[in-house]
């Protein structure tokens, strides 16, 4: 189930192309696959619905402007002619899904002093809250 659609991709950049539909189709999957494994999700909490459709498009449209560039997989870029030189440096050159620490900040995952919370997984819809009583 993805957080987002490819409406909520579209209004938040640009009409999409064919193959764009396609890549973005499966980026959409592979955030939402990534957020569930790190959040805990509650269907009831519409707060909770909309930050991670924001950030789900957010994930999809970084990755997806690092493929579109002719620079996709290129890490730096130096120029050099006579005296003057330019060099880039690209944030996201293999065009990565991944989260800001703002949007963790967002769902939870780390706090507003950048400190991490614990995370139980859950195996077979179960918590394994009682893992650390095991040991």
């Not at 997989?73 to 440096?89: C, E, K, L, R």
């Not at 065009?95 to 706090?111: A, N, P, R, S, V």
Request: aromatic share 6%; proline share 4%; with cysteine.
């Amino acid at each position: 189930m993805a957080y987002a659609t490819i409406d909520d991709i579209e209004v938040r950049w640009h009409p999409l192309n064919d193959d764009e539909l396609t890549r973005a189709t499966a980026l959409l999957d592979d955030a939402s696959v990534m957020l569930t494994a790190l959040v805990r999700v509650d269907d009831s909490d519409e707060q909770q619905a909309e930050v991670l459709r924001k950030v789900t498009c957010n994930m999809v449209i970084r990755a997806m402007v690092a493929y579109a560039s002719s620079a996709f997989g290129i890490d730096q870029v130096q120029a050099t002619m006579g005296p003057f030189a330019q060099s880039t440096h690209f944030s996201n050159p293999t065009g990565d899904l991944y989260l800001t620490k703002f949007e963790k900040q967002l769902l939870g995952i780390i706090g507003k002093g950048g400190k991490g919370r614990v995370l139980y997984p859950t195996v077979g819809g179960d918590l394994v809250a009682q893992l650390p009583n095991a040991l």
